[in-house]
């Protein structure tokens, strides 16, 4: 009989003791888990950058020059703004393309290739082709994307005399195709979908 009332009264003391602690365990735990926090959400940063952008290459310095910042949330808000700026002013020339096989270019393919203020009627065509030549990627940013979402740009345009051939037509998705028709980087920058994309690993 003694010995379950001391049982209980330790007890009490223990759970006594664990009250504080549950109540408190934000401010308690905040601080492991801030430092957590910080290196899961680089981790998933870094990688989204990786698989889904491979051809941009972010210089990650941020991460470092934010160290001192306490709130987590802005924090990391200035990492995503910063690989955002990067993946605008990350620089690109649009290249001369490769061609498909010349077998498969069809009856009339040269001649409605020439320069023209109308797309041909065989453009449709043409844009599946140079997706597939690019194996369904972003020609800048290398991320993938579906035929329907592709854009089609130009090497040399249409109105300097650029043609519908094959080696003219570049695939890029749209914030790529944004990025580099951009009159006024501020709005742009933010209006790119990688911001929103990128958001997702910012905790609230
Ligand atoms: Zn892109």
Known sequence: MRLDVDFVLYASIVIACLI???IYRKKVFS?????NDISLFIRDIKKHMQVEHPKIKIDYAIIDKTKDENN???RQTIIVEDIVSQFFYYEYEKKTQSDIQREKHWQGYEERSISNDKYPNDWPIRKDFAWKRDNGSCNRCGTKIQ???AITVFVKDIKDGGGYNFENIIILCSDCNKT???QNPKNSISSLQLNEKLMIYVQG
């Open 20 to 22: 504080p602690l549950y």
């Open 31 to 35: 601080s492991v888990l801030k430092k």
């Open 72 to 74: 987590i949330e802005v």
């Open 147 to 149: 035929l329907e979402d």
């Open 180 to 182: 580099i028709n951009s």
